[in-house]
């Protein structure tokens, strides 16, 4: 009788082990992610990635400036492992919360968009256009430059984003303050254009607001461009003539997540030249390596080499992010 116990006892004990084990094996196929993309790419992306990887993705998509704050305000518990589609700026600001991982695709991402020590490392450029919808404003009745949406004729017809919650906005109101002379000059001249301009809270409103007729212009991201008019939207891409600048994505391991050896495949996986090709093909962004030919890939992306590039200071105005952005909140205010 007590042999038959003590064998039933060890065959529970052994029970409990393979399920503990198989528990955590379990929990160690997630990966939670902080996203700034739209549901179009994190559908795409977190699919194809399980589906190679076994790893479940558990996305938490939200504004790049909302994210990182959440960021900061969970660091001394982290909650996520992967922070995806924010800016250099944001990176830059908030790197004390991230871990170093130097990617496997880091010899081919040029030096300029990864961080020295591999805190964080680019994924896409975005270039900052204008979105026109040519059933609300004909090709050739569009504005052309920066200085063409100060006409008082486009008062509520530009959508834009709030550079609160948006590295893109930021990066897009502060190149403007540069280009419109500095100082009180520039701000005087991008407080006329907040007067022409609907702030929305998300970058994914404005794409959605022009493409489908909501406004008919808006400040935006090149790939929006094609990405609409690929699904049959009158949405064409305005380059500038006065210049624009090319806008940095990337890719960070939160330090301290609960499943960093994940968080570090994920970051291999997204720049990987065959995932690259993939996104580009199904959402027109912009690749940051450098061994990919955009003319033979679908989106018919301009060479930045075709495309007038201000030289933008991002270091000066990461370095300035918090003062401005309260100057950006007193335009902000003044402007409506």
Not at 10 to 32: D, E, H, I, P
Not at 116 to 123: A, K, M, S, V
Not at 153 to 177: C, R
Request: charged share 25%; net charge positive; with cysteine.
């Amino acid at each position: 009788m007590k042999t038959s116990r003590l064998r039933w006892l060890m065959t529970l004990a052994s029970l409990v082990c393979v399920m503990g084990a198989a528990g955590a094996a379990q929990a160690q196929k997630k990966l939670v992610v902080y996203s700034a993309n739209d549901s179009t790419l994190n559908d795409l992306v977190f699919a194809a990635f399980a589906k190679e990887t076994g790893i479940a993705v558990e996305p938490v998509a939200a504004g790049s400036g909302v994210l990182m704050r959440r960021l900061q305000s969970e660091k001394a518990r982290p909650q996520a492992d992967i922070v995806w589609g924010v800016s250099r700026s944001l990176l830059e600001t908030n790197k004390s919360v991230f871990e170093a991982y130097a990617s496997k695709n880091k010899d081919v991402t040029p030096a300029e968009y990864r961080d020295p020590n591999d805190l964080w490392i680019g994924n896409n450029l975005h270039l900052l256009v204008f979105l026109q919808n040519t059933k609300l404003v004909p090709d050739g009745e569009g504005p052309k430059s920066w200085a063409d949406l100060l006409d008082p004729k486009w008062k509520g017809k530009i959508a834009f984003t709030d550079p609160a919650n948006s590295g893109s906005a930021y990066a897009t109101v502060t190149m403007l303050v540069d280009l419109w002379g500095g100082g009180d000059a520039g701000w005087k001249k991008v407080g006329q254009l907040f007067k022409n301009m609907k702030v929305l809270n998300r970058s994914s409103l404005v794409f959605q607001g022009v493409g489908n007729g909501e406004y008919p212009l808006g400040i935006s991201l090149e790939y929006a461009g094609p990405l609409w008019a690929s699904n049959g939207a009158p949405v064409k891409v305005v380059y500038p003539s006065d210049g624009t600048t090319a806008s940095m994505e990337g890719v960070a391991v939160i330090k301290g997540g609960p499943n960093t050896e994940n968080a570090k495949v994920y970051v291999d996986y997204i720049n990987r030249k065959d995932v690259r090709e993939m996104i580009l093909k199904a959402t027109f962004r912009r690749p940051t390596r450098s061994d990919l030919d955009l003319s033979k890939l679908p989106g018919n992306l301009p060479p930045l080499s075709s495309v007038k590039l201000l030289n933008y200071d991002e270091d000066k105005w990461t370095a300035a992010r918090t003062k401005t952005m309260e100057q950006i909140k007193d335009v902000l205010q003044d402007s409506h």
